[in-house]
């Protein structure tokens, strides 16, 4: 559907690009066209002529806003037309220059009477959220259609994200970590998927060497110590 502006939120390492790019691959084959942004730092004449070549459009497009925007305009219309939508997504939005942020805004100035022909999906760590505070960009902010937030996996859902990775690999779960070992990897991790997907791959190297199964609490504070990251207590016996 169309929304107009998507925010997506979250810490570093909790898969807002995975989701971007899964949600992204869904519309291959489709007749809706998204154009990907992962460099967010672009000046503004890069950020249009970068634009006007993933929209396909024509080299005079990328030189001059007012040719783009007549363009752009021209080409979401008629792709809305055929049934299909137009969406623009930024990764990393946090680091995105003010006067970038600006001019998106006003993309999304592109629509009919009744609906928004732009989808626009900013994606970034929470400080986007407080950028969007700014009383400068209260116009953009007030413009938030929807607003999703990826947070940190509890225990249980890292202990069920552990099982199903090694599920899917052809390894029992209940053979390869003790719960103690999957509880310390989460406190260490902090629930973040990327820190928790380094310290099992590298916990299920060490113990592969040592020849430990099911792999020990113990391992896995090792494995912290040499990641410098808080290892977890030992626990009370």
């Given at each position: 559907?169309?929304?107009?502006?998507?925010?997506?939120?979250?810490?570093?390492?909790?898969?807002?690009?995975?989701?971007?790019?899964?949600?992204?691959?869904?519309?291959?084959?489709?007749?809706?066209?998204?154009?990907?942004?992962?460099?967010?730092?672009?000046?503004?004449?890069?950020?249009?002529?970068?634009?006007?070549?993933?929209?396909?459009?024509?080299?005079?497009?990328?030189?001059?806003?007012?040719?783009?925007?007549?363009?752009?305009?021209?080409?979401?219309?008629?792709?809305?037309?055929?049934?299909?939508?137009?969406?623009?997504?930024?990764?990393?939005?946090?680091?995105?220059?003010?006067?970038?942020?600006?001019?998106?805004?006003?993309?999304?100035?592109?629509?009919?009477?009744?609906?928004?022909?732009?989808?626009?999906?900013?994606?970034?760590?929470?400080?986007?959220?407080?950028?969007?505070?700014?009383?400068?960009?209260?116009?953009?902010?007030?413009?938030?259609?929807?607003?999703?937030?990826?947070?940190?996996?509890?225990?249980?859902?890292?202990?069920?994200?552990?099982?199903?990775?090694?599920?899917?690999?052809?390894?029992?779960?209940?053979?390869?970590?003790?719960?103690?070992?999957?509880?310390?990897?989460?406190?260490?991790?902090?629930?973040?998927?990327?820190?928790?997907n380094v310290l099992c791959d590298n916990t299920l190297i060490n113990g592969f060497a040592a020849g430990l199964k099911p792999i020990?609490?113990?391992?896995?504070?090792?494995?912290?110590?040499?990641?410098?990251?808080?290892?977890?207590?030992?626990?009370?016996?």
């Amino acid at each position: 559907a169309s929304k107009g502006f998507t925010l997506i939120l979250g810490e570093a390492g909790t898969g807002k690009t995975t989701l971007v790019r899964a949600a992204l691959g869904e519309l291959e084959g489709t007749a809706s066209r998204y154009v990907l942004i992962t460099n967010p730092t672009l000046g503004r004449d890069e950020f249009y002529e970068f634009l006007a070549q993933a929209f396909e459009l024509s080299a005079e497009a990328g030189a001059s806003k007012t040719r783009f925007l007549a363009e752009l305009q021209e080409s979401v219309t008629s792709r809305f037309a055929k049934g299909g939508l137009t969406g623009l997504v930024v990764d990393e939005a946090q680091s995105m220059p003010h006067e970038l942020l600006e001019e998106i805004r006003l993309l999304g100035n592109i629509e009919t009477s009744t609906t928004k022909l732009l989808n626009i999906v900013l994606s970034g760590q929470p400080e986007l959220a407080d950028r969007l505070n700014d009383v400068s960009l209260r116009q953009l902010k007030q413009r938030i259609a929807l607003r999703c937030e990826l947070r940190p996996l509890t225990l249980r859902e890292t202990a069920a994200y552990v099982s199903g990775r090694l599920r899917i690999a052809g390894g029992n779960p209940a053979e390869i970590f003790t719960r103690e070992a999957v509880e310390a990897i989460h406190e260490a991790s902090r629930g973040i998927p990327r820190t928790l997907n380094v310290l099992c791959d590298n916990t299920l190297i060490n113990g592969f060497a040592a020849g430990l199964k099911p792999i020990p609490v113990d391992l896995v504070r090792e494995v912290c110590r040499d990641f410098d990251l808080d290892a977890p207590p030992a626990l009370h016996q």
